[in-house]
């Protein structure tokens, strides 16, 4: 296949197409730093733990996922029927848009492009609004306009691919402007468990906002993207009727057993934030001491620009493919239009190795 016409991939993690468009051989080395996942996981027990349910393979799951529920309502303090086990976040998005097909949606630009797509494909209509700044702030006024609009607003915390976190307490006020205008929230907090503040989780909003949807994933934090996890939390009612778009036995049974020790694994979630804490600070600083603009990251991620007068972002991110790095393109965010990159904190190792290529680009 001629390189040239190999498209950008539409997610991270997809090395072969981008190796083909760069006239790059398939096993051209490459450290991958375009999925955002915990570097440190799964946590060692899973292939031992997967091995001994897989005789349970030959019976359908329990459709109704009654351990796994019961597992994260304990964590999350809220009750069972609160709770939606979901096929990764990703089957949460698209049965937060069944919920709202025929209407109206608002999307704040530039966000994970799953939720257009899921509006798409249950005929939700789109009013878009753009994150504004180098700090991807909400405009507070476009956002009312948007809100009077819709039936549904989906949001990101943290953001992908900004990295950006929408307060908890902005998020309140939202959800009582969106509230007085008839207005649901989605929000897909994939990547919230990489936050290490307690006092910014929103499940304690769902006592007090019937329009709050909060969608999260087990497949980013726990590294098992290939599994599929996730759950979506909101009052019983809207858990009801949401379950009642999805398939029946939509989570396998490996999956749904691993839900409650996932949860229950204290001592993998403190190395986890222990690598955080010393890795999203050291990087967040030498980043910026490579010539790069980088967003302000509440997340395992950074979102990058070269600072002006540097060289191009598409001429960056080739080079850095030749240098083995792989960076996630943006040339699919409405907003950024290739001109970032988003780069996931990786181990200590493979952080080196990253910020040594950024260096020989910039002495080159
Ligand atoms: C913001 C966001 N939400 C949801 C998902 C889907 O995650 P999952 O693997 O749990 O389906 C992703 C995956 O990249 C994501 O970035």
């Known amino acids: 296949m001629n390189p040239a016409v190999v498209a950008w991939p539409s997610h991270g993690g997809q090395a072969s197409a981008l190796l083909a468009r760069f006239g790059l051989p398939e096993h051209h080395p490459l450290i991958d730093f375009s999925a955002n996942l915990n570097p440190l996981g799964p946590p060692a027990w899973v292939p031992e733990r997967l091995a001994e349910l ?27 029927e609160q709770v939606l086990l979901t096929n990764g976040g990703a089957e949460a998005i698209f049965l ?16 994970f492009t799953e939720y257009a797509r899921a509006c798409r494909a249950y005929g939700v209509a789109i009013a878009s609004t753009a994150l504004t700044g180098l700090d991807f702030k909400l405009e507070w006024e476009a956002l009312g306009t948007t809100l009077e609009e819709c039936d549904v607003m989906f949001l990101c915390r943290p953001n992908n691919p900004t990295a950006t ?25 994939a990547f919230v468990d990489f936050i290490v503040e307690d006092d910014e989780r929103l499940t304690p909003l769902l006592a007090r906002f019937d329009n709050l949807i909060l969608l999260r994933s087990l ?14 939390l909101a009052n019983a009612d809207t858990v009801n009727q949401a379950r009642s778009y999805q398939p029946p036995w939509s989570v396998n049974h490996l999956a749904a057993e691993l839900v409650a020790p996932l949860l229950s694994d204290t001592g993998f979630q403190s190395r986890t934030f222990r690598w955080l804490r010393e890795e999203h600070s050291r990087m967040a600083k030498a980043l910026g001491a490579c010539g790069l603009e980088v967003a302000p990251s509440r997340a395992n991620f950074f979102l990058v620009r070269p600072e002006p007068g540097g060289e191009t972002c598409a001429a960056l991110f080739e080079r850095l493919l030749h ?11 409405p907003g ?19 910020l040594e290529a950024l260096q020989n680009v910039r002495d080159a």
Not at 59 to 68: E, G, L, M, N, Q
Not at 165 to 189: N, P
Not at 226 to 231: C, D, I, Q
Not at 327 to 333: E, L, S
């Open 165 to 189: 976190l929408i307060s908890r307490a902005t998020i309140e006020a939202l959800l009582e402007m969106a509230r007085a205008r008839d207005c649901r929230l989605v929000i897909d907090e």
């Open 336 to 354: 950024l239009e290739g001109d970032w990159l988003r780069l996931a904190l990786r181990d200590r190792a493979d952080n080196d190795r990253l």
């Open 323 to 333: 240098s083995g790095i792989l960076a996630r393109h943006t040339h699919n965010f």
């Open 96 to 111: 937060s848009a069944a919920l709202h097909a025929g209407g109206w949606a608002g999307i704040v630009q530039p966000t």
């Open 219 to 232: 497949t980013k934090f726990y590294t098992l993207p290939g599994l599929r996890l996730g759950y979506l």
């Open 54 to 80: 897989v005789s349970g393979l030959a019976r359908y799951p329990a459709s109704d996922y009654t351990a796994a529920c019961a597992a994260i309502a304990h964590h999350e303090s809220i009750s069972p």
